[in-house]
Structure formats: structure tokens, C-alpha cells
């Protein structure tokens, strides 16, 4: 599985930025994909996720102001993020998640920076 991750930047506090993230390759495996982020000088931890099935999670800190939403057509998912604040600054890592009992995989885009400043 290889993950192509594309948006972030630059936001001023309470502005909205969207992320996207590609899936290919052995595609049909997938049982879930992600976002995470690991902000300067701390772990990386979970943002959102969603199944393949549809269903969502979200660490509470973002829960109200952010959205996971998937296109099963197009192996995509997205992350709308809204009501940004400087501490939702980090990398933000697309995840990928392939599961055949019992092996369970993870896969990592490359990183993309999200920063919100005024």
C-alpha cells in the first residue's frame, strides 16, 4: 500500500484547511485509514480514523471541529479541519491500516505540515 498525502499550510486561528490522502497498490486489503500528528517534541498521536465500512473516530480534542470522510471509488480519504487553533499545529501522517488475522499492517504517507499562526 502506498499513501500519497497532499494539502496543509498555513492558518490563522479559527480557519479551515483540508487534507487529502491517496491510497494505492494492494488497495482491497485496507480495513481502515487515517490521519495522525506528531507536533514538535511530542508523540505522534491519533487525529482520526475511519473504517472502510464508514464508520469514524476521533480523539477527542478535535471531535466538533474536524471531519474524516472517505470516497471508496476513488481509495481516497479526506480530513476537513475547522475552528484550527495553534496547538492543532504539527505533521499530520496519512495511515493506512491492512488486516488478515492475525497480521495487522500500517502504512505511512510522508508527512504534511500544518501550521496555524496568526
Known amino acids: 500500500v502506498q499513501l500519497q498525502a497532499s494539502g496543509g499550510g498555513l492558518v490563522q486561528p479559527g480557519g479551515s484547511l483540508g487534507l487529502s490522502c491517496a491510497a494505492s497498490?494492494?488497495?482491497?486489503?485496507?480495513?481502515?485509514m487515517g490521519w495522525y500528528r506528531q507536533a514538535p517534541g511530542k508523540q505522534r498521536e491519533l487525529v482520526a480514523t475511519?473504517?472502510?465500512?464508514?464508520?469514524?473516530n476521533y480523539a477527542d480534542s478535535v471531535k466538533g471541529r474536524f471531519a474524516i470522510s472517505g470516497d471508496n471509488a476513488k481509495n481516497t480519504v479526506y480530513l476537513q479541519m475547522n475552528s484550527l487553533r495553534p496547538e492543532d499545529t504539527a505533521v499530520y501522517y496519512c495511515?493506512?491500516?491492512?488486516?488478515?488475522?492475525?497480521?495487522?499492517?500500517?502504512?505511512w504517507g510522508q508527512g504534511t505540515l500544518v501550521t496555524v499562526s496568526s
Open positions: 495511515n493506512a491500516r491492512t488486516v488478515a488475522f492475525p497480521r495487522v499492517d500500517d502504512y
Open positions: 475511519i473504517t472502510s465500512g464508514g464508520t469514524a
Open positions: 497498490g494492494t488497495i482491497y486489503s485496507i480495513n481502515a
